[in-house]
């Protein structure tokens, strides 16, 4: 199937009419013999890009002490402390206007009851809840990693789409990156890719390309 996805990527790429922004690369997948009516058959997992997003990730770490100026220095987009925490409690236009401008969070652990309280209704309808790290945790490994991160989710319909790279990326990096989202299936899936119906990629703005 690789050559079928690295055609299709090409393809799509070469179809996509100049933009005056970075177009992302994204993969659609539609599973049969799926029934998405059983929770156990819904997938919302996250999926580490080998070559990672081709697009920049904004991530908010929620800190304290120490682990605070650890995720500023190792370049998280933003730090929220204790105390902003806790303003953000009080005004729901700013924690609404954060839970969209950022793709990731991490909170430290013992912060996380004032995160699901302050946080939570902002962030869980989003499906942006923090990970929780100790507050030992090393900041630069976990920024760098979500860094190419991608989530994953089935829910309604036994569809996924996922961003799988940028427009700027080399067609066998992005293949590599859909190769790692098929993984998905396979771990999740009792016929793992063999569930797939169909296949298609496509850019943000450029026409929908058939893989299978």
Known sequence: MKQEIL???KKAKDESKPRNFTQ?????INIKDLDVKKPENRIDEEVFLPKGRGKEVKIAFIAD?????????????LVITKSELEDMGKNRKDAKKIANQYNFFVAQADLMP?????LGPVLGPRKKMPKPVPASAKPDPILERLKSTVKIRIKDQPVIQAMVGSHEMDDEMIAENIEAVLGILDRNLEKGRNQIKSMYVKTSMGPVVKVI
Not at 66 to 77: C, F, P, R, S, T
Not at 114 to 118: D, P, Q
């Open 114 to 118: 004032l995160v699901g309280r302050f």
């Open 65 to 77: 002490g120490e682990l605070a100026v650890q995720a500023k220095n190792a370049g998280a987009d």
């Open 24 to 28: 992302s690369v994204d993969v659609v």
């Open 7 to 9: 055609e299709a990527v």
